[in-house]
């Protein structure tokens, strides 16, 4: 409840989920009594069991300071345990331009094209083009005002991930064309301009093909960016600190190095 007051209901929903996960899985012992040896027990049952144990320790870190800080308990008895991740983390998917083309045309005249034309264009969240609606379009400034977000349940809040989150997103004139066809299209229902919160799930299923997710297409945005924006402007742009779109986009790449 207390993290709910600054962190994004995104987060709030993956510390209920992770939480809910180790207590089925952690002895009933109450919090004063567990030793290191309770929690290296879990993490092993985690890991024989398929899952990633790393993805769950962040959140018990989080419980034991937060214990400590109520005097509850003086130290976290889970501090400090190594955990080796089970599979390296995917590497984003990076599309060619003709590549690209060819998902678009691929897609058809569908809802789904849409979506991937717009994400590439804007580098847009996927939970920020589901909250896209109407009133935060201004054609004639050529201007998306980012405010709000779909959340995975399809609840629309103005609570977004970060403070950096809440941004102007420029359109050039190709996407601007784009908004004025899907106007006329009949997917266009005159509010939210893609209100199913399946829409989300079923994307990703038609990406998968292309070994993508609708995340890989707001990375393609970011690196984008790295040839035509200074680093400032390109981490505005996609709703990050400097730091992060730093750490997220700037990397090396063979044909650069050569």
């Avoid at 899985?25 to 049952?45: A, N, Q």
Wanted: net charge positive.
């Amino acid at each position: 409840d207390e993290k709910s007051l600054k962190s994004a209901q995104n987060t709030i929903n993956t510390y209920r989920s992770n939480v809910d996960f180790i207590l089925q899985r952690l002895k009933d012992i109450g919090i004063k009594d567990y030793k290191r040896k309770d929690f290296v027990d879990l993490y092993r049952s985690i890991s024989e069991s398929g899952y990633e144990a790393k993805a769950y320790k962040g959140t018990i870190n989080m419980v034991m300071a937060y214990a400590i800080r109520l005097n509850l308990i003086t130290s976290n008895p889970a501090q400090g345990i190594g955990i080796e991740r089970t599979e390296k983390k995917k590497d984003a998917t990076m599309f060619s331009q003709r590549e690209r083309i060819e998902i678009l045309k691929e897609l058809g005249d569908s809802v789904y094209c849409y979506m991937v034309y717009i994400v590439l264009k804007t580098g847009l969240r996927i939970g920020e083009l589901q909250g896209l609606h109407w009133k935060n379009i201004d054609i004639e400034k050529r201007e998306l005002n980012i405010c709000q977000q779909m959340l995975a349940t399809g609840e629309i809040t103005d609570r977004l991930k970060t403070e950096n989150s809440y941004r102007i997103v420029t359109l050039d004139t190709e996407t601007v064309e784009l908004f004025w066809d899907f106007a006329k299209s009949p997917y266009n229902n005159g509010g939210l301009l893609f209100p199913n919160r399946n829409y989300r799930s079923r994307l990703n299923t038609k990406l998968w093909k292309y070994a993508a997710t609708a995340h890989d297409l707001r990375h393609n945005h970011g690196t984008d960016l790295l040839k035509i924006a200074t680093v400032a402007d390109a981490a505005a742009r996609m709703g990050h600190t400097v730091e992060e779109y730093i750490k997220t986009y700037v990397h090396p790449t063979n044909a650069e190095q050569k």
